[in-house]
């Protein structure tokens, strides 16, 4: 049974803007999905009808997993950070909401500032870190209570290309070791095809899904992944798919 | 490197302070000479000296005075905190009471408080009178500033806390007071400059002599007498009061917004 399950799903904004029509998606459990497509075909409405931030307007959602506080993860597109909290209190959000003391939460809050690299930085304000520091202090909060759905919207987007590669291996080991179902939205073929298990090509104006590409590469993925034959192939499979999907061909 | 950090620091709260306290000791010297060369009579103009000398002088009469008039303006502006920021909250928690509330602290925004003082005079004690006109004039800033402030939390942190199921007074108590921590610092500066002005308007509506005198009837009693020179020390005194209070407050802003904030923190990296 797919985590989340959208049928014919439809979303209508007040203002009458078409997001989405008849759009069918599985979420499968343990994989990294990757919604590739240009701006405005509805990436971000997914994410934000998954995460239950919004509503359908036709169509069902159907999730497998409850809507609770430690259920899904969210990174935006910026960290989006709370700029006047140290970064362990940026990561204990989750826990202090559910309730958990800071004694109780600094271990956690330890494990998975150690798994984005940050463990050193725990006091540092938002501020005082790097673009790619804040984007592993995001994960860290999307991660900190072990979420089986992680959502994350063109997280890597404002980060240079040598940050973003970094950034892309780190978040492979980490769901390799947490085992965390991933949705991620992107607008890079050559991002999607590295990261993925499977990419799902979507069409604008209506959002629907245009094509499901399955990423049959070896993990851990690397350097040697990114520069093979395979990998080439893939890309150019994946950008052929959006053309598709955009009419460009 | 302590010793390299002094040597950075002492050139730059120099550049920092050196030009306004150079350019107003040059001021204070060119109102000096001007008296003394063009003999102008301390009933007309004053020499800074003769304003000093008055000050120690005087100060029998005026630092009590002082004491007064701080007490006005620092109680109204405690006030002012407590109901502007209470009400900015449950504004931004209820729009019902914002709707039904807020015509009636504009109304009482846009009318001078000059005018309100008299009437205030008819009700209530004179101390009293006195302390809610303060409280009037700075209680505004701090509402608006303090609402607007609660409504700017970060869209994306907001819908991150509607995902956590957090509750209302989570997100109050996590998000909306942190972001509107700046904004209310900005309106607290404000009205503290405006409480004391309110406390001097209402003093001087009041008329109110004896143990209870503030500044502004001081002033207002040495214009009688043509006592000028008085009457500039006592303004010199007002002056500084509202420095202190600017200066104390900027303070405290720096203090709370320093590590996070761009209008109080060094750059970052």
Redesign the interface.
């Known amino acids: 049974m797919p985590l989340v399950s959208l049928r014919k799903a439809g979303k209508i904004y007040g203002n009458g803007t078409v997001a989405l029509a008849g759009l069918d998606l599985d979420v499968r459990t343990g994989e990294f999905l990757t919604l590739l497509g240009p701006s405005g075909c509805g990436k971000s409405t997914i994410l934000r009808l998954i995460a239950g931030l919004d509503t359908i307007t036709s169509g069902t959602l159907a999730r497998s997993l409850p809507l609770d506080r430690a259920s899904i993860g969210f990174v935006f597109q910026d960290p989006t950070l709370m700029p006047w909290a140290s970064v362990f209190d940026n990561v204990f959000l989750g826990p202090r909401l559910q309730g958990l003391s800071r004694r109780d939460a600094a271990p956690m809050v330890d494990e998975v500032l150690a798994l984005v690299g940050l463990g050193t930085e725990a006091k540092a304000f938002p501020r005082e870190l790097s673009g790619g520091m804040r984007m592993r202090v995001s994960i860290a909060r999307a991660l900190v209570l072990r979420p089986a759905l992680l959502l994350m919207d063109e997280p890597f987007a404002a980060l240079d290309e040598i940050t973003r590669f970094r950034l892309n291996d780190d978040l492979l080991a980490l769901q390799g070791e947490l085992k965390t179902t991933i949705v991620f939205v992107t607008h890079s073929v050559y991002e999607s095809v590295y990261v993925s298990r499977r990419i799902a090509v979507m069409a604008a104006r209506p959002g629907r899904i245009a094509e499901e590409i399955a990423i049959n590469a070896p993990s851990p993925r690397g350097k040697n992944f990114r520069t093979s034959t395979a990998y080439a192939q893939l890309c150019a499979q994946t950008s052929q798919a959006l053309q598709g999907a955009t009419g460009e061909v | 490197m302590k010793s390299s950090g002094a040597i950075w620091h002492t050139p730059r709260l120099a550049m920092r302070y050196g030009p306004p306290v150079v350019a107003f000791l040059a001021m204070l010297a060119a109102w000096e000479a001007y008296v003394r060369l063009r003999d102008v009579p301390p009933y007309i103009l004053p020499a800074p000296s003769l304003v000093l000398e008055t000050l120690v002088a005087d100060r029998g009469i005026l630092l009590p005075a002082l004491l007064v008039t701080l007490k006005t303006t620092l109680s109204a502006l405690a006030a002012a905190v407590l109901g502007g920021v209470g009400l900015a909250v449950l504004f931004a928690q209820w729009k019902w009471v914002e709707r039904s509330f807020l015509p009636f602290a504009i109304v009482l925004q846009v009318t001078p408080i000059v005018a309100i003082a008299p009437l205030l005079l008819i009700y209530l004690e004179a101390p009293a009178a006195v302390l809610v006109c303060a409280f009037l004039v700075a209680f505004f800033p701090i509402l608006a500033n303090t609402e607007q402030g609660l409504a700017s939390a ?1 869209r ?2 907001a ?8 509750t209302r007074w ?1 997100t109050l108590v ?2 909306r007071l ?2 509107a ?1 700046p904004y209310f610092l900005g309106g607290l500066r404000i009205g503290g400059g405006l409480a004391l002005i309110g406390a001097i308007v209402a003093e001087l509506a009041a008329g109110n002599a004896g143990k209870g005198a503030g500044l502004a009837f001081r002033i207002a009693e040495a214009g009688y007498r043509l006592n000028i020179p008085r009457m500039f020390a006592a303004l010199a005194l007002i002056s500084a009061a509202g420095i202190a209070i600017f200066a104390a407050l900027s303070g405290l802003s720096a203090y709370l917004l320093g ?4 209008s109080a ?1 060094a750059p ?2």
Do not use: G, I, M, T
């Not at chain 2, 590590?259 to 761009?262: I, V």
């Open positions: 970060d994306n942190l819908d991150l806390f509607k995902l956590y199921r957090a989570q996590y998000l942190p972001a921590l590590r996070w904030h761009d923190a970052e990296r």
